[in-house]
């Protein structure tokens, strides 16, 4: 099937999200940021998109670059990780198309990395050669072992590869870690980090991309007109648009309060992370009140430093999006 069109031309855009699992609480919460809502259907496994035809189709994480690849859903919700590895095999099974990552989305945070026995003395990643690698990445892992010049055996497992060493079936391993509390529990640690994932939002590569590897849009980007012809083109920039306000916002604060005029050369370079605040005088006197969006931590110190630099009132505010 046709990635560009799909089940031919559709008036709804379809995004896969994984049904259960560490993705999928944040990605619908995400989706919700953005004003989405759905009426769930009894298998819950689709959700109709009721304020905006948008909907979302609940799978196995792994299957979700192969539902973009076949048009069958236009995005997805997915670790980097996972389409990193499906667009590396893709690609070596002589595929042409990749896919394209739209958003990081700043959760689902961990890294792909090689660990190896405590008891390892490690020096150089020269001492991988002839050892067996245990990962459940063998694409990511086998492109980075060639492109190292570093001839190593790789050997597939779905799952529970950290105790692969203690069971005698690999030397070290290739997984994701996080805390490093399973390599610990195992007594391996990690000596090379190959990949930083985190949760993405990922759709069908352009067909004016060229690009090679897992292609990344930058923000803004007129988008999806050489990938639809349909409605979902609209639907899709719509979507991002959405996003690019949320994640911007996500750890933004509007920060309010009052304070006489003389006091806001003080108070000033203690917002050095606040777009330009808005100032207000207050009915008489020389009292003004002052809105401030700060996109950096807004901490208890912060605010006690403001405070005593002659703030007053202080409140901060959760801030839900932004439409510049
Ligand atoms: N320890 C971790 N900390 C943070 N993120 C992680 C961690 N482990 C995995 N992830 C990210 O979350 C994604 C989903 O992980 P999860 O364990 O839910 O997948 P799964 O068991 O393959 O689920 P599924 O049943 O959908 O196949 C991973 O592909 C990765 O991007
Ligand atoms: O560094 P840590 O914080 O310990 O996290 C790393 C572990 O998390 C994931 O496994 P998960 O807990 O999802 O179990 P599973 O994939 O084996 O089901 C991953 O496959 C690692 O085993
Ligand atoms: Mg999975």
Redesign the pocket.
């Known amino acids: 099937m046709n990635p560009k069109t799909g089940n031919g031309a559709r008036d709804r855009l379809r995004i896969a999200i ?7 609480e944040p990605a619908r919460a995400l989706l919700t940021a953005c004003g989405l809502s759905w009426r769930e259907s009894r298998d819950r496994l689709f959700c109709y998109g009721e304020s905006l035809p948008v909907d979302l189709l609940l ?5 979700i670059p192969g539902l973009i690849r076949d048009g069958v859903c236009d995005l997805g919700v ?5 389409l990193l590895e499906q667009d590396i095999a893709l690609k070596a099974g002589g595929g042409s198309e990749a896919f394209r990552e739209w958003r990081p989305l700043g ?4 890294r792909l990395a090689i660990a190896v026995p405590e008891t390892w003395a490690w020096q150089s990643q020269a001492q991988l050669a002839g050892t067996r690698l245990a990962t459940s990445y063998p694409a990511i892992l086998r492109q980075w072992l060639d492109g190292q010049g570093i001839a190593a055996e790789v050997v597939e497992l779905s ?1 529970s590869v950290e105790i692969a060493p203690r069971l005698g079936q690999a030397d070290a391993i290739c997984d ?4 490093g509390a ?1 390599l610990a529990a195992n007594q391996l640690k990690p000596v090379m980090t190959l990949l930083e ?3 993405v939002l990922a759709g069908p590569s352009s067909a004016t991309s060229g690009a090679s590897g897992l292609d990344q849009a930058t923000p803004r980007q007129p988008a999806f007109d050489g990938i639809w012809d349909d409605a979902r083109a609209g639907l899709a920039e719509l979507l991002l648009r959405r996003l690019d306000g949320v994640l911007r916002m996500r750890h933004s604060k509007l920060l309010m309060f009052q304070a006489s005029r003389e006091a806001i050369p003080s108070l000033l370079p203690l917002l050095p992370d606040a777009e330009a605040p808005t100032v207000m005088q207050i009915d008489g006197g020389d009292g003004l009140a002052l809105q401030a969006l700060c996109h950096g931590a807004v901490t208890w110190q912060r605010l006690e430093e403001l405070k005593r630099a002659g703030a007053r009132g202080l409140l901060v505010l959760p801030v839900e999006g932004m439409l510049a």
């Open positions: 994984q049904k259960s699992g560490r993705l999928a799978v196995r994480d792994d299957d997915v670790g980097r990780n996972v959760f689902g945070g961990c799952g994701l870690v996080s805390s399973t994932s985190e949760a």
